[in-house]
Structures are given as C-alpha cells and as structure tokens.
C-alpha cells in the first residue's frame, strides 16, 4: 500500500472502487501538477493581495499551458471543496485543508488561462490564503526545485494543526 491508499483508507475510504478512483484522480491531478512545473518558464502570474484574501491570474501562450491550467486550477477548486487533501507533509496546504470550510474559492477559465479570487471572513484564514498565493508564485519562478520545499507558514497565523 503506497502512502497515498492508507491515507484514503485512514480517511474513510470504504475499498474496492471508490479507493482506486481516489487514487486514478490523485495520481491524474499530480502529473498535471509536475507537468506544469516542468513548463514553468511559459507561465506568467499576478497576485494581488486583498484585504478579504486574494485574486491572481494565470496565463500562458502555450496551449498545452492553458489547457493544464484549465484542469489542474478547478480539479484542486474541487478537491479543497471535497476536503480531498495533497502535499500532506507541507504546512501550509496541510492548514489549508484544515480551515477548508472558512475558504470561499471562485475560479474563471480564461482564453490564456485562469483567474482565482480566494476569500474568508476569518482574519486567520485570510493570512494563510495570503500565503498560499504566494507559494503559487514560488512554484510559477522555480517550478519543481520550489515543489519540493516545505511551505512556511505566516509567523502570525495561529495554526489549527499541530505538527
């Protein structure tokens, strides 16, 4: 059993199919999420901090971009609204996970690519969103050598987890 299952398993899985679904839709999201960090350099992206939490587009002139895009940024909409979880072991998507139900996300495809607004009413969440967007943009500058770093988080968010 690869680390992935047992924690499906230990989330609740019930076996059988609806495991192995999990894991086929795991392992489709994580090849698109390499996949775009090994075409880093043809990705452009502006955040913008907001007082409620942020909104960042990301572009492309590449089409093979542009059509990652479009299924990696609704799949991860999808799966923070599943509280179907990723990258475990790093902080600050671990805490995302956590404070799911206090993150409003709208996403819109755009002809080049996707714009994001992330919102919460917690002043807390709200840091953490903050900083999520801006791990985004660490993966879009330095794409796999970043994906491999723990991200921190915000000295002043007041964590849900422990570690």
């Known amino acids: 059993m690869n680390?992935?299952?047992g924690k499906i398993q230990r989330a609740?899985?019930?076996?059988g199919r609806h495991d192995s679904d999990m894991a086929a839709r795991h392992q489709h999201d994580q090849a698109v999420f390499h996949r775009l960090l090994s075409l880093h350099e043809h990705i452009q992206r502006d955040l913008e901090l907001r007082p409620d939490g942020i909104r960042a587009r990301t572009?492309?002139?590449?089409?093979e971009v542009v059509a990652l895009?479009?299924?990696?940024?609704?799949?991860m909409k999808q799966r923070l609204?599943?509280?179907?979880?990723?990258?475990?072991?790093d902080p600050?998507?671990?805490e995302l996970f956590a404070q799911q139900g206090k993150v409003e996300m709208e996403v819109s495809l755009l002809p080049d690519?996707?714009?994001?607004?992330?919102r919460s009413t917690d002043p807390n969440v709200v840091t953490l969103i903050q900083a999520h967007g801006q791990v985004i943009n660490l993966f879009v500058a330095h794409g796999q050598q970043q994906a491999q770093q723990e991200s921190p988080l915000p000295a002043e968010y007041q964590r849900v987890l422990r570690p």
């Open 113 to 118: 690519g996707v714009m994001i607004e992330e």
């Open 81 to 89: 609204h599943e509280n179907f979880g990723l990258r475990f072991w």
């Open 69 to 75: 895009l479009h299924d990696h940024v609704p799949a």
């Open 92 to 94: 600050a998507f671990a």
């Open 59 to 63: 572009r492309s002139d590449d089409p």
């Open 12 to 15: 609740g899985g019930q076996g």
């Open 3 to 5: 680390n992935f299952t």
